[in-house]
């Protein structure tokens, strides 16, 4: 961890970045994003199996991009990623919300993280990303730090959950979609904690034409969660913090899950993994799937 | 807002199925429906004038018509509106006829989806915006890219009408393969002799900027003005010393180092040359491939026999920036390579044939070059390989056209006439010479084709013989063509002293990569597509860029021309007003809400997204937003869609209007 | 004050015989309040940490008509809503959560009587129950409650072992909702409760609201804001978990293009167009303001309009926060000039 | 709802270039097919935007139909290709949310398919009257929606009058 408190320190006192997005312990088993400016407070970072927070979020904040102008100059933002916020960091960079050359990246070798706050870190709380992650080192950084090291087995309950959902017939899945759904309140913390929700305005919030019933009634529901994984089909590389922060419990990142493997299937395409690779909506082959056209 | 209901009975054609009256009844209820009427005929005089008069009368803002397809007579009842003071888009038409009465026997059921798709017009009309017409100004300057015939043509006849043109040819010289021919069918008059002086007119003409051996690097911008980045090659000539005297052609001591292309590599050139001796420009080139001073920074003999100093050998590529109005792409065929290719050419070639083992095996060009008067052989028919007069020739027709097995499927259509001519000429040439044609089919359509055929037949003894041919080998200096007589049904051997295979046409090299630069589309072979195949033959669909000889598809000269002269009246139509209209159904960014995620500029086919700055009241750029250039922009919506915030309108189709359409179904 | 006492059996039987009249009865979970339909798996359980959502949305529902309308060519026809007026009763209550309704009835009341909430307090039963079990995030002694806080409560239980509670009869409502089954109560020893009441451990007190109070009347355009401005991502998580955040939003919906109706639905002071006007300025433009508007909000405005601290001290907001905002903590660092909020 | 009186509704999206104008030649063909189908023009499928479908199935739609260009058709290049891909998406995820595949139909018909347009409304309008109505999808906000008297403009009532050839103008 000194590693990690000196490279940030160093990083502030030359004046190569203007912040620095990290994790501190507030608890035991708890830690929380911190915007550090100063170099000394640089002590209170730390990087282990609680640093669930997707810091990757920040990066849009037109609040911390102004941190980042001082005198006419724009400074770099580090950040300390896991390997899976790295994969956010370059969906981002790939849909122009932040330059490359204006992130410095403070990666880690990773062997996953708790599912929740306050779990003890083993196999049976292991996150659920975790469980089938392949990216244990970070496809891009500036600076790695951290030892390999094994992560816990684990099975992998999403899969199974999507493929028991996908043997219901059409109307069960429809009234169990429904029905988690409705547990909704609209308090949109999924689209507040995704890196890349970053619209300005939300297709949700604009009420002339109101395409989505900002009510959080069953039909209004329906209609947000289905646009919002809709939104995210080939874009959403999986972190699951839209998961984590539900209020209700509505299992979002399962049909995020879910379109990430038709977005495999059909197109052969992994959102967040490369640079070169052009994203999927926006760009198409004449040869995709035409099967569905009558 | 007052609107006015106009349902046509189309005759009995709506109303047999349809009941009218009834229908502009329940019209009239509708909220906002001020007056609501049904009436025989719409588009006919009265009709026209029962709207115009009751818009008058009633005030009315808006206006839908319940009639036949908008494809049929919006423009009809548009038109009507607007002389009676409303805007041309505050009208909305519900398709009665083709998508309901038609369609359907049923009288209640058809009634009621007449009623429903006025219903769903009339909510789309209340949230219609009046739109105006999008003008922007127009350069008027035209870039003709290609000097063939077709580009020559286009260029002298722009330049006539007044306007400015820029021509850029990728050779050291205007003039294209026209000027390799030698006499043209069907009237066998000399090529060179009607070309020439165009080309003298067109370097002489005061309105054409002509730049040779330059090359369209990147087009911007969108019709009616478009900023073009023109790379002019190094000649290593300075062009405004050069007399074109020719000393240094003459003493270059490179003889034999390289092919002349302009012979269809039947010659050799120096180093420093010009393609043909009437050029335009009559500029030489210095090769740098060939040439010794760059390979060992001695000789420079040139450089000693020219008294105007005109050599420059450190001269660079150069890049010129032109802004034009309008762009005339014109460049051109090559012709199929029939060489045996390996696997990762697009065509096969045609191995059986022997091209490029035996010498005497040609091509329809390097025929041409033989037969004419300044060719290699001063137009003596004569065996490249030992120089003697075959006294047999085959001709083989279709080589690679109409041949899906190697990989083009179309006709390239002059082949019939150009191997008629061929045959005809060598049999002017060598009296005692045979002149054998396979054949698959003799297209001659067009003005005195057919005769000319006939008349090789009739008048020349030219056998034609309908098959194809298997193979080529040779045999004690003979080349034994093995073919089969497909109307004797027997296989045919000739022993023929020379080859020449009527070779495919195919689009120029760099077509495509051209095309991508000027971002028109193409086919699959490399043609670049016409906007609509009958009604816009000599447009792109890329507003402001026509198209004009055989880039489009294979031609023969007339047809060029008259592409070319189609497309230059293009031009100058375009140049007819000093800004051009264009229908407003655009797209526009809301620059407040955009979050600059550029998935618009991905989807967009037209590259009408760009990048735009957004500053505070300090004129600090804080965020980057889509800005969609409005003369590009063709409407689709695609961007609209993409867009996940919902931040840019179609205008006509936005949100709003769609959103009332779904609500009223 | 009257105090009884109910074995746990009783108590169920009451709580059938509530179901059975066709009323609703509510009891905490782990995620929210839900409706109970069997009450033998009624688990009252003081030790229970608060649900993740309070049971606000039950007389302040989270998307609600306020009426109905119908265009005709020339007219609109206006139709009201029936409020359902079937009595409600809440199991289990938890201190903070019970007082939450009492909070709330001024905003709904100080200019306008909202009948929608009226109608639907007035059929809320409330039976609180002591609470014995707190976490990082719990403050209810700091907002003037504690874990046996009977404020708020119509009837109050306190566990007095496995199977006996002592019951206090709180308020009228309380006393008429258990006068039929009276026969079920039998007197109790008030020692006894009290015993176990003053036993309770009490979450500390993190902070003097009065002196909260006072800071933030003097530091509106306190610096200290960017801090917890810069970290907080903008969700309404922490007001729609909130037992006594009350805002809303009005909003037509149409349903054929011709009828609609007028729906009321919750809304968050964090959303960054809670306070957007239609002429594009926003008061609140950045998420620092945000912030502050929801601290001043519950710990000054309201006290100076209606004399309560509009926070129950529950901790729903810090427990459910995505990025680990905790209010305790902001608040109580507020006013010491060597923390940062965040 | 009497399910043998019942008639289905369905909204089409379509482009303006092809299907649009193969429906009007399916017309000019007096190709009959069902009347269940109401068409909403757009000028090309890549502009349709999921929203369409779910606002469709809010407003009462038992189907939708989407058709546009055929691949490499497209008036404006590209427009389809990117529809199809979003389509290719929207449409798994709406078979894994519930929605059955012949709710949500998709086509290309080019400007000369006359008959493949009236072909495909017939199918498309079968394929939901065999499914039934949509009710799963309406009945999702029933708790809110309150019965008003009457359908404001009578249209359900039969609107043919025997003698409708009296002057009008």
Redesign the interface.
């Known amino acids: 961890m000194n590693e990690l408190i000196k490279h940030a320190r160093e990083l502030l006192e030359s004046g190569e970045v203007a912040a620095v997005i990290g994790y501190r312990q507030v608890s035991a088993k708890r830690t929380k994003p911190v915007i550090i400016t100063d170099p000394e407070e640089t002590s209170a970072l730390v990087f282990n199996e609680y640093c669930l927070n997707n810091l990757a979020v920040y990066l849009t904040k037109a609040r911390i991009k102004l941190l980042c102008k001082k005198n006419d100059k724009v400074l770099k933002l580090a950040i300390t990623a896991k390997p899976c916020d790295v994969h956010s960091i370059v969906a981002l960079i790939q849909e122009n919300q932040i330059d490359r050359d204006t992130i410095h990246i403070i990666s880690f070798n990773c062997h996953g993280v708790a599912k929740d706050f306050g779990f003890d870190f083993n196999g049976d709380n292991l996150a659920s990303k975790c469980i089938t992650c392949e990216t244990h080192k970070p496809l891009y950084y500036d600076k790695l730090f951290g030892e390999v090291m094994e992560t816990p087995q684990a099975s992998d309950t999403a899969i199974a959950r999507i493929k028991e959902i996908e043997s219901m017939p059409h109307n069960e899945r429809f009234e169990f979609f429904k029905g988690e759904f409705d547990k909704c309140i609209k308090c949109y913390a999924c689209r507040a904690v995704c890196p890349l929700c970053y619209c300005q305005r939300c297709i949700t919030d604009k009420t002339i034409p109101c395409w989505i019933e900002t009510s959080s009634h069953q039909r209004g529901n329906f209609a947000w969660n289905v646009i919002r994984a809709f939104h995210l089909s080939g874009r959403c590389t999986g972190c699951g913090e839209c998961d984590r922060a539900c209020p209700a419990d509505i299992p979002l990142s399962l049909i995020n899950r879910k379109m990430s493997m038709e977005a495999k299937n059909l197109f052969s395409f992994v959102s967040g993994r490369s640079l070169e690779t052009p994203t999927l909506v926006g760009s198409y082959n004449e040869k995709d799937n035409d099967e569905l056209f009558m | 807002m007052k609107i006015g209901v106009f349902i046509c009975h189309c005759g009995e054609n709506i109303?047999s199925t349809v009941?009218?009256?009834?229908?502009?009844d329940?019209c009239r209820?509708?909220?906002g429906?001020e007056y609501s009427?049904?009436?025989k005929y719409m588009c006919s005089d009265p009709g026209q004038n029962?709207i115009k008069n009751a818009i008058h009368k009633y005030d009315l803002d808006a206006i839908v018509v319940g009639s036949c397809?908008?494809?049929?007579h919006e423009r009809t009842f548009r038109n009507a509106a607007v002389s009676a003071g409303i805007n041309p888009f505050m009208v909305e038409i519900a398709?009665l006829?083709?998508?309901?009465s038609?369609?359907?026997?049923?009288?209640?059921?058809?009634?009621?989806?007449a009623?429903?798709?006025m219903?769903?017009a009339i909510?789309k009309v209340k949230r219609d915006k009046p739109l105006t017409k999008i003008k922007v100004p127009v350069t008027k300057r035209v870039l003709v890219i290609g000097g063939g015939i077709a580009g020559i043509q286009a260029a002298l006849d722009t330049a006539n009408a007044g306007y400015e043109v820029v021509l850029v040819e990728k050779e050291p010289s205007i003039g294209g393969h026209m000027s390799q021919l030698s006499e043209t069918f069907p009237t066998l008059d000399c090529s060179q002799c009607i070309l020439t002086p165009r080309m003298v007119e067109v370097h002489q003409h005061p309105k054409i900027k002509l730049m040779t051996y330059s090359e369209v690097e990147r087009v911007e911008g969108f019709i009616g003005n478009f900023k073009v980045t023109i790379k002019k090659k190094a000649r290593h000539i300075n062009e405004d010393k050069c007399s074109g005297c020719g000393m240094c052609i003459t003493k270059c001591p490179i003889k034999k180092k390289a092919y002349n292309s302009f012979e269809e590599d039947l010659a050799f050139r120096p180093a420093v040359y010009v393609p043909f001796p009437q050029a335009i420009p009559n500029i030489p080139v210095i090769d740098e491939t060939v040439c010794t001073y760059y390979k060992t920074g001695k000789c420079g003999m040139c450089l000693k026999v020219c008294d105007r100093e005109a050599i420059d050998f450190a001269q660079k590529d150069t890049m010129h920036v032109a802004d034009v109005g309008a762009i005339i792409v014109a460049t051109g065929f090559k012709l199929y390579n029939i060489e045996k290719k390996s696997g990762d050419s697009k065509y096969k070639g045609y191995g059986e044939y022997g091209y490029g083992k035996y010498r005497d095996v040609i091509d329809g060009l390097q025929f041409e070059r033989i037969a004419s008067a300044s060719g290699p052989t001063s137009g003596e028919i004569k065996r490249p390989s030992d120089g003697r007069v075959p006294k047999k020739i085959a001709f083989i027709q279709c080589v690679g056209s109409r041949d899906d097995s190697k990989g083009i499927s179309y006709c390239s259509k002059i082949c019939c006439m150009y191997t008629a001519k061929q045959a005809m000429l060598y049999r002017h040439k060598v009296h005692d010479g045979e002149a054998y044609i396979f054949y698959m089919d003799i297209r001659a359509g067009g003005k005195m084709y057919e005769e000319f055929v006939r008349r090789a037949i009739e008048e020349d003894k030219v056998k034609y013989i309908r098959g194809r041919v298997s193979r080529i080998y040779e045999e004690d200096g003979k080349y034994i063509v093995k073919g089969e007589d497909t109307l004797a049904g027997m296989p045919v051997e000739i022993d023929a002293d020379m080859v020449v295979l009527a070779t495919a046409m195919i689009p120029q090299d760099g077509a495509e990569s051209l095309a991508r630069t000027i971002g028109i589309?193409y086919d699959k072979y490399g043609f670049f597509n016409e906007a609509h195949p009958k009604l816009r033959p000599v447009e792109s669909?890329t507003a402001g860029v026509f198209l004009a000889g055989a880039c489009q598809s294979p031609k023969d000269i007339p047809e060029s021309v008259s592409m070319a002269s189609a497309a230059a009246s293009k031009a100058i139509i375009l140049f007819a007003n000093d800004t051009l209209e264009r229908e407003p159904?655009v797209a526009k960014v809301n620059e407040?809400?955009?979050?600059?995620?550029?998935?618009c500029m991905?989807?967009c086919?037209?590259g009408a997204v760009e990048v735009k700055d957004v500053k505070d009241m300090n004129g600090i750029v804080?965020?980057?937003v889509a800005y969609i250039n409005q003369g590009v922009c063709?409407?689709?919506?695609?961007c609209?869609?993409?867009c996940?915030?919902?931040?840019i309108e179609?205008a006509g189709?936005n949100?709003?209007e769609?959103?009332?359409?779904?609500?009223?179904? | 004050m009257d105090e009884k006492i109910i074995s746990r059996d009783d108590l169920l039987k009451i709580c059938q015989d509530v179901i059975e009249k066709g009323n609703t009865l509510l009891t905490p979970g782990a995620a929210d309040y839900s409706v109970v339909k069997d009450v033998s798996k009624i688990d009252l359980d003081a030790s229970a940490l608060p649900s993740k959502i309070s049971y606000k949305s039950y007389v302040f529902p989270r998307t609600e008509p306020v009426l109905y309308y119908k265009r005709s060519k020339n007219d609109v026809q206006l139709i009201d809503v029936n409020i359902d007026s079937k009595k409600i009763v809440i199991l289990g209550a938890k201190p903070c959560d019970a007082n939450s309704l009492n909070i709330m009835k001024h905003l709904f009341n100080w200019d306008y009587s909202d009948d929608f909430f009226n109608m639907r307090a007035k059929n809320f039963i409330v039976i609180g129950l002591m609470c014995s079990q707190f976490d990082e995030y719990c403050f209810c002694t700091s907002v003037g409650s504690s874990p046996v806080s009977e404020k708020g409560s119509d009837i109050f239980l306190i566990p007095l072992d496995a199977n006996t509670y002592a019951l206090k009869i709180i308020t009228d409502k309380g006393k008429e909702f258990i006068s039929p089954y009276n026969g079920h109560l039998k007197s109790g020893d008030e020692n006894r409760s009290k015993r176990i009441t003053e036993n309770v451990k009490l979450p500390e007190t993190a902070f003097d609201s009065s002196e909260v109070y006072e800071w933030l009347g003097e530091n509106f355009e306190s610096p200290k804001w960017e801090g917890v401005g810069n970290l907080c991502l903008s969700c309404a998580q922490c007001a729609f978990v909130c037992p006594v955040c009350h805002c809303f939003d009005i909003m037509d919906e149409d349903y054929s293009y011709t009828e609609g109706r007028r729906m009321k639905n919750w809304d968050g002071c964090q959303f960054g167009n809670f306070t957007l006007h239609a002429s594009g300025h926003n008061p609140r433009d950045i998420q620092s303001k945000r912030y502050r508007q929801r601290v001043n909000h519950k710990f000054r405005y309201y006290v100076n309009k209606f004399g309560e601290i509009l926070c129950t001290g529950c901790g729903r907001c810090s427990r459910g926060c995505p990025v680990s905002i905790d209010i305790k903590e902001i608040v109580s660092n507020c006013k010491n000039d060597q923390k940062e909020l965040k | 709802m009497d399910k043998q009186n019942w008639e289905p509704k369905i909204a089409a999206f379509v482009c303006n270039w092809c299907t649009y104008t193969g429906a009007d030649l399916a017309g000019t063909s007096r190709l009959k097919y069902p009347a269940n189908c109401k068409l909403i023009r757009v000028m090309c499928s890549g502009s349709i935007d999921p929203v369409f479908i779910l606002k469709a199935f809010e407003r009462g739609a038992d189907g939708v139909l989407v058709s546009g260009c055929h691949p490499n058709d497209c008036h404006y290049n590209a427009g389809n290709f990117h529809a199809r891909r979003r389509w290719d998406f929207f449409h798994e995820l709406m078979d894994f949310i519930g929605i059955e595949k012949g709710r949500l139909q998709f086509s290309w018909i080019s400007a000369s398919e006359g008959k493949k347009f009236a072909d495909v409304i017939t199918k498309v309008t079968e394929d939901i009257k065999a499914m039934g109505p949509f009710t799963a999808y309406k009945k999702m906000n029933s708790e809110f929606t309150i019965d008003f008297p009457e359908e404001p403009f009578e249209i359900l009532k039969p609107v043919f009058q025997e003698n409708s050839d009296k002057e009008t103008v």
């Not at chain 2, 009941?19 to 502009?24: K, L, N, Q, T």
């Not at chain 2, 063709?634 to 695609?638: A, L, P, R, S, Y």
């Not at chain 2, 996940?644 to 931040?647: E, I, R, T, V």
């Open positions: 109303s009941d009218c009256p009834r229908v502009a329940v209820g509708y909220s429906v009427v049904d009436y029962l397809s908008p494809h049929m398709n006829r083709e998508h309901c038609w369609v359907h026997d049923d009288i209640e059921a058809s009634s009621r989806k009623i429903e798709l219903r769903m909510e589309p669909t159904v407040d809400i955009c979050a600059g995620c550029f998935y991905k989807v086919p037209y804080y965020k980057e063709q409407g689709c919506g695609t609209t869609a993409t996940l915030s919902k931040s179609l189709f949100n709003e769609i959103f009332a359409e779904i609500a009223a179904l």
